[in-house]
């Protein structure tokens, strides 16, 4: 049964779009700024060879940096000024709230409110400074010694790319913040999911060719395609899925009005974390394979090389590392965004209690009893997900990276932009009935 806000939004007249100015500046400046992060993505590095590079990704296309490729938005394949895309500001946000959990004076300073959580962004924005620098000279000298793709190698070649790729991240993580603060959705997701629907349409096109020349068989491209509806519904049905506590508030005596007992749910959602786990396990994997690709492709050997071999696509080792770091990301991240002690404290000072439960511990206790189990499911449907492209990429043969993840943040990421979006059609409507009830008040006077 849909809740009464979901009944809402059903409802709305999305004519009121055209006479909600807020929304619509919102909607513009995210476009504009989506528009900019898409332009940054074909300004190349400073001294490469275009046509080397070319040659590097047709060779590494499925691997791991056709995945880093997809995250980017191209960025990756072109080398140009975005090619780390958001990526370490990921990263850095994974170690700052794992060191949360951790150390005491951070704790402290998440529980300071507004104030501490400025303090930090402050930390995370210094860490991705750290991470990008460490990135990009790992980077430049991964490109140094692949053949010719560096025109001019040395210390001139290796600062200017690190100064390059590192502003570009910065300068991501800044559109990123502003897109959350003065447009719609999530700043961060949206740019992640720019540049994945910005890569479908070639990586569609170039399948369709396969399939024209014979290299695909019809039966597998229509397979797919069937396959990749299958997976959309059943996102929409996993990512709407609830588990709802029944939540009894007694009658109740405030001065000389008694107001009667009341029933309401406390919804759980399935899939607490979202679509956090798959980027965050990506990200940590990409990290060290991304080094080894450039090493193995250099010719190098020992850890590196050995490394590349035994994380690439398909390989039961980078699978299983996959689901591990996806499983306790999502009982990680869960954690963090849902504290049962203090809800059941909220539900205690509200005279609210689960029927069959007794206030206090008990309920905190019972609350994560159901968290735990529904989170289990939860992580198994994110890690069959997230699975979907490797086995594809695998068995089936398919040159481009497609299905669960890039699937999952695309609709995830729509789903909670819309939401948004109707909250702002339902805020304007309601601004609307409060200045006709002012001014029929003001007529009767």
Known sequence: MASAAEQLAANLNFGALAKAEELKKRIWFTLGALLVYRLGTYIPLPGINPEAVADIFKQA????LGLFNMFSGGAVGRLAIFALNIMPYISASIIVQLLTSVVPSLESLKKEGEQGRKVINQYTRYLTVVLAVFQAYAIAIGLEGSGNVVQE???FFRISTVITLVGGTMFLMWLGEQITARGIGNGTSLIIFAGIVAELPSAL???LELGRQGAISTGLILGVMVMAVAVIAFIVFMERAQRRLLINYPKRQVGNRVYEGQTSFLPLKLNTSGVIPPIFASSLLLLPTTIASFSQQAGGTGILA???AYLGHGRPLYMLLYVALIVFFAFFYTAIVFNPTETADNLK???GFIPGIRPG???????DHVLTRITVIGAAYLALISLIPEVLISYASLPFYFGGTSLLIVVSVTMDTVA???????????????KKAKLRGARRK
Do not use: F, N
């Open 61 to 64: 296309q499925g691997g791991v």
């Open 153 to 155: 190698p040395g210390m």
């Open 205 to 207: 096109v170039g399948t």
């Open 306 to 308: 050995t490394m590349a």
């Open 349 to 351: 000072k509200h005279g």
């Open 361 to 367: 511990e008990r309920t905190a206790d019972y609350i």
């Open 420 to 434: 948004q979006v109707h909250g702002h059609l339902l805020a304007h409507q309601y601004e609307g009935l409060v």
